[in-house]
T-cell receptor
């Protein structure tokens, strides 16, 4: 079963614009992570936010977490064509539990 | 290359045949995960090991699937009597547990995957 659900399913933007992707989940979490996957490749970890954190930054990435709404958002600023990929949120319900992934968002950045 | 490596990258087989995939994790990582991913979907958890112990196995995994990590290093995933529905990308990932920063589970490092096509 998939705990996280991303929204929208697909997003197409112009290079230089910001991309915002949302993730909702069902049960309490220990941490939430975002991953990126280029077509036909493995996943690459982008950022991890713990349940007691509200916001985190890494380069052009900004992640927020609202545990009361059981939701997270990933913002990519000043997007580039190379950001074109699928993005997944993944949750860990306990410190020792497995990571459960959502279905993903397909981001297309037009040059 | 010190990342996670998977072999083979592509496998085409006929229905009913057995296939085996191998995963070599990052050497200092004690946890190893297997996921399955079909087109347009997110990775679906199959099983994971801590060292050589298999700690959890998905109920979705039928008894045709078996995974081992005999010496706590590399792992194999075997699928017996393959079916067309087994066609997917099989992803392996590793991590260090516990993680010094989070005190618990941390990020996963994925291999490039093994793509299985069952004819």
């Amino acid at each position: 079963s998939q705990q996280g659900e991303e929204d929208p399913q697909a997003l197409s933007i112009q290079e230089g614009e910001n991309a915002t992707m949302n993730c909702s989940y069902k049960t309490s979490i220990n941490n939430l992570q975002w991953y990126r996957q280029n077509s036909g490749r493995g996943l690459v970890h982008l950022i991890l936010i713990r349940s007691n954190e509200r916001e985190k930054h890494s380069g052009r990435l900004r992640v927020t977490l609202d545990t009361s709404k059981k939701s997270s958002s990933l913002l990519i600023t000043a997007s580039r064509a190379a950001d074109t990929a699928s993005y997944f949120c993944a949750t860990r319900t306990g410190a020792n539990s497995k990571l459960t992934f959502g279905k993903g968002i397909t981001l297309s950045v037009r040059p | 290359d010190t990342g996670v490596s998977q072999d083979p990258r592509h496998k085409i087989t006929k229905r009913g045949q057995n296939v085996t995939f191998r995963c070599d994790p990052i050497s200092e990582h004690n946890r190893l995960y297997w996921y399955r991913q079909t087109l347009g979907q997110g990775p679906e958890f199959l099983t994971y090991f801590q060292n050589e112990a298999q700690l959890e196995k998905s109920r979705l995994l039928s008894d045709r699937f078996s995974a081992e990590r005999p010496k706590g290093s590399f792992s194999t995933l075997e699928i017996q009597r393959t079916e067309q529905g087994d066609s997917a990308m099989y992803l392996c990932a590793s991590s260090r547990y516990p993680n010094a920063g989070t005190g618990g589970g941390s990020e996963l490092f994925f291999g490039e995957g093994s793509r299985l096509t069952v004819l």
